[in-house]
């Protein structure tokens, strides 16, 4: 499987869509608000927050794997991490460390793409792989985000 996330990462240094640095990071934000919505209705489900169903199970999943083959190039432009400028979280060691960010982001694809499997059948099976997907978000948020 391609993960266009890593690709689009490794890719960064050579942007075509970048714009003034604050869309960017608007726009980076709101990507990565797009995974949290996500997310959040499969953690709400298996907590019981919100009933289980099977088909919204279904949906959220599917937007994440869409999500991890949206390419994110023009997200990550040069001079836009928290280093560069106030606002964002993106710590400067994601253009330092593309490899590294590449692993993370291929553990979040992996991650969601079990979740496409395991969600619709089930609250115990969409909880069983909610683990390792939040093991993916919080793998990456601890190296490459700021608190
Ligand atoms: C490959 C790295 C990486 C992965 C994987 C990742 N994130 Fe993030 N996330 C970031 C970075 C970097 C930021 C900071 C963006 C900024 O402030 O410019 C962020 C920010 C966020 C935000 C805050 C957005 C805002 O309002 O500013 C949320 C919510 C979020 N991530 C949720 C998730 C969830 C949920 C997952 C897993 C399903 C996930 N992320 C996986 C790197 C990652």
Partial sequence: MRYAIIAALIA?????LAGPAEDTVAARQGYFKLVG?????????????????????????????????????????PGTSSSDMK????????????????????AFASAAAEMQTLAG??????????????????GCHDNYRAD
Avoid at 12 to 16: E, G, M, Q, R
Avoid at 121 to 138: D, N, P, R, V
């Fill in 121 to 138: 059948q089930g609250k115990a099976e969409m909880t069983s792989a909610l683990g390792t997907l939040g093991g993916a978000c919080k």
């Fill in 87 to 106: 606002d964002t979280r993106a710590l400067a060691k994601i253009w330092d460390d593309f490899p590294g960010v590449q692993d993370k982001a291929g």
């Fill in 37 to 77: 919505a996500n997310m959040g209705a499969l953690a709400g489900m298996a907590k019981g927050k919100i009933e289980y169903d099977a088909a919204a199970a279904q949906t959220a999943a599917d937007n994440l794997v869409t999500l991890t083959k949206y390419d994110l190039t023009h997200l990550f432009a």
């Fill in 12 to 16: 960064a240094p050579t942007l075509s």
